[in-house]
């Protein structure tokens, strides 16, 4: 697949702050990259360096095979960002913040305006300005300004954080219609690893600023803990009934008691026939596959024992 | 460049600032010009004496406008990243702060060319031009005073750009016209040979072209009349020119080459 953002070696130090450390990855044609990481791992620096905003302490970073100055700036338009607030000036309508941009990016063709607020479902908001907007709508107006260019990448950070659950919906099926129908290569980052998982082809889990896990989503889903989830009358049987049993060892006790038999086992009925004839009626029963969410605690647990998260 | 002029300038004419700025110059003027006549200074009603009192008199205020205005364009968006999402959209850093000096320029200048002839032209209207000053005479000062302004807004653009922010600039701005004034008042107190000086302070430069050296009589219509000479002075003129547009080349290369390398929230 072609590589369109490579990132090698990319270092940002603030005095003797480390925000950003060895940082290298690569985002390819067609993928939607999901950047993860806890609050200051570096994430929106990461955007934000590729972005032209910051200037690396030492690194490259190439865009479409460009890494010269005037090289990045040109394949810069052709890609759209959508930083920490998406773009709008609160006091004109969605069309006008939509001119406005148009004639910043010098695009000649005034109807990309009317396809745009039709693709983010803003074609009915007439000259209610900005400010009368819930943020699910602002976040859409900044996907609108950010499909106005036609982009062939669209960097994205935590665009779905502050939605509610339907407005997630939304922007997770426009985000994966853009992907599918106008290969659109995508760069997430978003704390809602459901969501993520939802999306992602690609992991880059970032903490403390280093690039501690790049992953694809298969692998990741081979390497996830697969698990029976059990919950039952007499929870605090189970684990002893479970090895006393059939022999299962790898078990752990959620924090609400209900139990997970990892690894190796696989057999449902046999496990809740098992239960049943010791006295435990089963409530709950069902095998939990891939989990983003655990493996991305896991892998900051192994790496977490550094100190704080915030860098 | 013209991209980032043409956004701008879609955004500067829908927002309110820009009027208010425009509007505050010019009432502020016309209400400076009717305290004059109010207070009985005022020795001929006619559009050319207001138009040398108001040149003479306050050069401050325009500078005050000018500061409003390039503080308003540079920094004035920098709440919703504007200049941000400029740079993400391909443009060069260059072309983001020339775009905004440009326009800078172009909005200031408007604001003082208004703040400083519709006060003139309104009484002229009223009560005629009059022969302290011909027009001529009017409109040379007003425009020779846009080069000294022009530095001073190059130093405020320079100024948002290196701190990104609009408090400091602003009270910089205010800081440098207040200084000038008073140092205006000490160059013409001793009048010392402080020609190079005086060149790098706009509100003395302001000054200047309405100078009492400026000022002769002439017999007119029967009359001796207190007349303001039509050209000025080609030293005054050369010397300030230059002087103010190598500050602002300087100014501007810089701003430019620091705003180049800095990072943006």
Known sequence: ??????????????????????????????????????????????????????????????????????????????????IETPYAKQNMSARENLEKLRLQKGIPDKSRIDRALELAGLTDTGKKPVKDFSLGMKQRLGLAGALLSQPEIMILDEPINGLDPEGIVEIRELLLKLNREEHITLMISSHILSEMALMCTDYVFIRKGRVIENISAEDLKRRSHEYFLIRADKNDMVPAVLQNKLGITDIEVDKDGSVRVFKGFSDIRLISKTLFDNGIVPLELHLNDADLEKYYMDLVGENGEEGGDNV | MYNIIKAQTYQTVRQNRTYYIILGGVGFMFLQLLFMAADG???????????????????IFPCFVCLLMTVGICGGDLGDRTMNYEILSGSKRTEVFFGRVVLSVFWSF????????????????????????????????????LIPLFRYICII?????????????????????LAEAAGSMVISEFSADSTLLSCLLTVYQG???????????????????????????????????????????????????????????
């Open chain 2, 41 to 59: 200074g005022v020795t001929e009603m006619s559009g050319s004496y207001f138009a040398f009192s108001a040149g003479g008199a306050l050069p």
């Open chain 1, 1 to 82: 697949m072609e590589e369109l953002i490579k990132i090698t070696g990319l270092c940002k130090q603030y005095m003797s702050r480390e925000v950003l450390k060895d940082v290298s990855f690569s985002l390819k044609k067609d993928m939607i990259l999901g950047l993860v990481g806890p609050n200051g791992a570096g994430k929106t620096t990461v955007m934000k360096t590729l972005g032209g905003l910051i200037m690396p302490t030492s690194g490259t970073v190439e865009l479409f095979g460009e890494s010269s100055p005037k090289g990045l700036a040109h394949s810069r338009s052709r890609m759209c960002f959508m």
């Open chain 2, 207 to 265: 000054i200047c072209f309405y100078d009492i050296s400026n000022v002769g009589i002439e017999y007119i219509g029967g009359e001796d009349v207190m007349v303001v000479k039509e050209m000025l002075d080609k030293s005054t003129v050369l010397i300030s020119s230059a002087a103010s547009l190598g500050v602002s080349a300087a100014v501007l290369m810089a701003g430019c080459l620091i705003f180049k390398d800095k990072d943006l929230k």
């Open chain 2, 110 to 145: 408007l604001g003082y060319l208004l703040m400083l002839s519709l006060p003139a032209a309104a009484v002229g209207l009223i009560s005629g031009w009059g022969k302290l000053m011909t027009v001529r005479g009017f409109m040379s000062r007003l425009f020779l005073q």
């Open chain 2, 157 to 177: 653009a320079a100024l948002t750009f290196l701190t990104l922010d609009t408090m400091a600039p602003t009270v910089i701005g205010f800081v440098i016209v």
